[in-house]
């Protein structure tokens, strides 16, 4: 049997503590060694184990693409640079939390509604794509009410028919909603996924796994 489901940090939230591309996933300092494994082998990527900002959330700390990441202005690019081989920009500003603040795959991002312009600017720049503000279902944190590949896309439940026609035309899919570990609307923070593969949190039920697998094109 296909195991879909995964714990990082003994945990079930594993978008915040862990973020992926089509060629590489972070996961933080500590990862078990199985954990490793089972992501290189579901998303087929290498997988390095790191700190940003001296923190385990490098989920909600990072998100990138396949052109680099970006990551909170204090943090260290140049060790991260050398230890996975992918370019690292520090975000302008005191802002911190930048996955949570984005949502990107390799052609488009959507990003938290507050964001300066030079901010926005900077994260089109910094990873090659078009970008705008908006929200998923009133929810301003879109990295983590969202989960987008370059394949397909899944957010949280309630986005309304504006939000819903933004996302189409920015990605070029049609968004699908769904939860994640029973229940939650987070859905970015339960999933890892790219265009190979994904893996969810453990306490994903199998009706939020197909949906997953549904709005991710793995049907």
Known sequence: MTIQTI?????????????????????????????????????SVPVHSCLVNDSVLVGSLCRGNSNG??????????ALEKQTGFAFHTLPGKLNAVGNLVLANDTA??????VADNVLEFIGNALK?????GTI???KTVGMAGCVTNNGLLV???????????????????????????GSQMVGSGILAN?????????????????????????
């Open 109 to 114: 991002g959507l990003v938290h509604p507050d």
């Open 129 to 133: 794509i078009d970008v705008c503000r």
């Open 195 to 219: 265009s190979k593969g994904y893996l969810a949190g453990t306490e994903t039920s199998g009706y939020e796994l197909g949906r997953i697998a549904t709005a991710l094109g793995f049907d």
């Open 69 to 78: 990441f970006i990551i909170p202005g204090r943090a260290d690019t140049k």
């Open 156 to 182: 949280s439940p309630g986005i309304t028919e504006d939000e819903s026609a933004l996302l189409e035309e920015l990605f070029g899919f049609a968004p699908m909603v769904g939860s994640v570990n029973f």
């Open 7 to 43: 714990n990082i940090m003994d945990t079930p939230v594993i978008g915040v503590f862990s973020t992926c591309t089509e060629d590489v996933c972070l996961v933080p300092k500590g990862t078990t060694p199985e954990a490793v494994e089972l992501i290189q082998k579901r998303l």
């Open 137 to 139: 279902a009133g929810i």
